[in-house]
């Protein structure tokens, strides 16, 4: 069966601080991607990465870093938390190729920036 | 640019009664359509997809979706809502007539469906 897993479900951090969230996919798929969940804004994307070391900025990237060293593995970095980034994130992962777009999602992380 | 229109934040309806959630979309290409799930506290899960073929797409749960070219449509459907379809509905388009790389999707706000018992 197909799986997304994220490091936490919930986090709690303080402006300023670095704030790493993991994701880690057992699927072998290629494509994985990060997004950000707010109310009457739905899914935008931060960054996607189709390749290890290889990331490319989504629509909304400022302030957020990602890193993938491993196929299975895509961090999203916040370099220096702000409370604009309190949101829920949500990793997710797919095939590369044509016709293979559906997206495979982890449960999330609500992230809250005191 | 490609973009997707949920016209509606909140849709109720009575349990048993059919139920259906508006997409509008916007792409220069042909459509890839899709549809997902959100139930609370939980992560997004892929309920259907439009690519080719027949107009009416098939999927998860008893949902059903129709493609409208010509109103540039891909409303979900069911026949007869149950209390546990009640969740956050998301749909999504993506250029199909691009190749090459990745071809992003964008999402549309959402849809909270209320199925009261």
């Known amino acids: 069966?197909?799986?997304?897993?994220?490091?936490?479900?919930?986090?709690?951090?303080?402006?300023?601080?670095?704030?790493?969230?993991?994701?880690?996919?057992?699927?072998?798929?290629?494509?994985?991607?990060?997004?950000?969940?707010?109310?009457?804004?739905?899914?935008?994307?931060?960054?996607?990465?189709?390749?290890?070391?290889?990331?490319?900025k989504g629509d909304i990237p400022e302030g957020y870093s990602v890193s993938?060293?491993?196929?299975?593995?895509?961090?999203?970095?916040?370099?220096?938390?702000?409370t604009n980034q309190t949101s829920m994130y949500l990793c997710a992962s797919s095939l590369a190729g044509a016709n293979t777009d559906t997206q495979y999602f982890g449960p999330g992380t609500r992230l809250t920036v005191l | 640019a490609q973009s997707v229109a949920q016209?509606?934040?909140?849709?109720?309806?009575?349990?048993?009664?059919?139920?259906?959630?508006?997409?509008?979309?916007?792409?220069?290409?042909?459509?890839?359509?899709?549809?997902y799930v959100q139930y609370p506290n939980r992560g997004l899960q892929f309920l259907l997809k439009y690519?080719?073929?027949d107009n009416l797409v098939k999927g998860s749960y008893?949902?059903?979706?129709?493609?409208?070219?010509?109103?540039?449509?891909?409303?979900?459907?069911?026949p007869s809502a149950l209390v546990s379809d009640s969740a956050l509905y998301f749909c999504a388009v993506r250029d199909g007539q691009r190749s090459g790389g990745y071809q992003k999707v964008t999402f549309g706000t959402g849809t909270k469906l209320q199925v009261i018992p």
Request: net charge neutral; glycine share 6%.
């Open chain 1, 1 to 56: 069966d197909v799986k997304v897993t994220q490091s936490s479900r919930y986090l709690v951090k303080r402006t300023g601080e670095k704030v790493f969230l993991e994701c880690v996919q057992d699927m072998d798929h290629e494509n994985m991607f990060w997004y950000r969940q707010d109310p009457g804004l739905g899914l935008r994307l931060i960054y996607f990465s189709y390749d290890v070391k290889m990331k490319e």
């Open chain 1, 68 to 82: 993938r060293e491993k196929k299975e593995r895509f961090s999203l970095i916040l370099e220096s938390a702000s």
């Open chain 2, 7 to 35: 016209p509606e934040d909140q849709v109720n309806v009575a349990e048993g009664n059919p139920l259906t959630v508006k997409c509008t979309y916007s792409v220069s290409g042909n459509p890839y359509l899709f549809w």
């Open chain 2, 51 to 53: 690519i080719t073929g």
């Open chain 2, 62 to 78: 008893g949902f059903e979706a129709e493609f409208n070219k010509s109103q540039t449509s891909f409303h979900l459907k069911k």
